[in-house]
């Protein structure tokens, strides 16, 4: 009895959690799925009207500004991170001085939370508090910068803080690819009288290509989730002006009592995650094979 308690001691111990994750999110997975097929409405309603809700939700106009929003954001965050991290982590990588203070400094904010940082993103950008005022206070009287309350610039103002919060996380993966690179390459490349642009262009960024897809993957997956940075630096606004799909799903679930509608938006952003993941694991089991 006692061999045997031993032998299943493990499972024993992982089962609660187990569950838990079983339940709270692939349970909760397949009950938005039902509830996306249902006309369900302030409470579930097991009426089901099968594509009913898809149909309505790609017949919102608010819906394909949340879409239109969240293509911008996911070029200009993805494509602003990769270089900034890159050129960080290449000036890091020539072995500076105070190297690691300055690594703490540029990964410090991700360690804040997406409300942390949309709250002080929105006092920096407020015309009222922040750069506007600190411009026209030193004598600038005509600076204008007022994209947090203009409706075409708006989501622009959430680039800038997810480019702040997420380039230094990028910085550090691709630090630890530059330091992965076999110093004799790069060494065999000098005495061939490669200059550094061509060493990096030819020979080193082409070994990385991992840590590049890593990257995307990551930062896609943060920018199709992306709800609480929004909610704290604009609340989707002016009106409705920088909606993401996640702000658009929380509005219409719980605040306009759309229940189906907020369940069809939210599987569209599962199938979202989904396309991006699901290449990225099949080519790390592909190279885990090989």
Request: glycine share 6%; hydrophobic share 55%; aromatic share 14%.
């Amino acid at each position: 009895m006692l061999n045997l308690l031993e032998k299943h001691l493990p499972k024993i111990v992982i089962a609660p959690t187990t569950v838990a994750m079983i339940v709270c999110m692939y349970g909760f997975i397949l009950w938005t799925g039902l509830l996306s097929f249902t006309k369900s409405r302030m409470m579930p309603q097991w009426d089901f009207v099968g594509f009913e809700q898809y149909v309505r939700l790609f017949d919102n106009p608010r819906w394909h500004i949340a879409l239109d929003n969240l293509f911008i954001f996911i070029f200009l965050f993805i494509a602003i991170s990769l270089v900034l991290g890159l050129l960080l982590a290449i000036f890091l990588d020539q072995r500076i001085r105070n190297e690691g203070a300055i690594r703490t400094i540029y990964l410090y904010p991700m360690a804040i939370s997406f409300i942390v940082t949309g709250t002080a993103w929105k006092w920096i950008l407020n015309p009222g508090l922040g750069i506007e005022k600190l411009l026209r206070d030193m004598g600038f009287v005509d600076f204008e910068f007022r994209w947090l309350v203009d409706p075409d610039m708006a989501i622009y103002t959430i680039v800038i803080a997810a480019v702040w919060q997420s380039s230094g996380f990028v910085m550090a993966m691709f630090l630890a690819g530059l330091r992965g690179v076999d110093d004799n390459l790069t060494k065999a490349a000098k005495i061939d009288g490669a200059s550094a642009i061509r060493l990096y262009w030819h020979i080193i960024l082409p070994i990385m290509r991992p840590v590049f897809f890593s990257a995307i993957v990551i930062l896609t997956h943060i920018a199709i989730k992306s709800f609480d940075l929004v909610q704290a630096l604009t609340g989707g606004g002016p009106g409705y002006a920088s909606d993401l799909p996640a702000n658009f799903m929380y509005t219409f679930a719980f605040n306009r009592a759309q229940m189906g509608v907020g369940a069809a938006s939210a599987m569209i952003m599962l199938f979202g995650v989904l396309a991006v993941l699901i290449p990225y694991l099949y080519s790390e089991l592909r190279e885990k094979k090989s």
